[in-house]
């Protein structure tokens, strides 16, 4: 006879919320949105970016004050209440499921990628929370080609994207999914 409890925690001896990698996941990402939210709360409030700024950095890339209401590219935007508690759930949501998909990981580069997307995403998910719109402040630009302004959390995000599209490809299909 089989233990309901075991199974509420596990299928098919797969951990649903805490696995192999768990820990690490859990300080990566922690640290992400530590240093996400601490960059922003420094440029918003410390160096008063909407006041100072743009700053240029390099002859490409200048430091500006955008609040993004919508997801990546500003897509989605949200101009209502609703809207942006909406995308917060939706945040929220998602990020349940990449903490479930990293409870059950076994590869540590799987690991660290989704630990970097859920750092981003959560640090955007503080900001839409207390801000109504996420913190954007970095704007590449070459000639007359212009970046959209992103953050450091959308940093995090593309990193941990673009390494599950690595393990992906490195192993084979479905690679990491497993």
């Known amino acids: 006879m089989s233990d309901p409890d075991q199974h509420a925690s596990t299928q098919a001896g797969r951990p649903l919320f805490w696995g192999r990698y768990s820990a690490l996941v859990f300080l990566i990402a922690l640290a992400g949105v530590i240093l996400d939210q601490v960059t922003k709360l420094w440029l918003v409030y410390g160096f008063k970016l909407a006041v ?34 909406l995308l917060v759930v939706l945040t929220g949501a998602v990020t349940i499921g990449l903490w479930i998909w990293s409870a059950r990981c076994q590869s540590r580069l799987v690991a660290l ?23 954007d402040f970095v704007h590449f630009h070459v000639g007359t080609f212009s970046w959209y302004v ?29």
């Open 52 to 85: 100072n700024g743009p700053v240029e950095l390099l002859p490409v890339l200048d430091l500006v004050l955008v609040w993004n209401r919508g997801i990546s590219y500003g897509l989605f935007e949200q101009n209502s209440d609703l809207g942006r508690w």
């Open 113 to 135: 990628a989704l630990a970097l997307v859920i750092g981003g995403a959560i640090g955007n998910g503080i900001d839409r929370m207390a801000f109504g719109a996420v913190v």
């Open 150 to 178: 992103f953050n450091l959390a959308d940093v995090w995000i593309v990193a941990g994207v673009a390494g599950l599209l690595y393990d992906s490809f490195r192993n084979g299909p479905n690679s990491a999914a497993k």
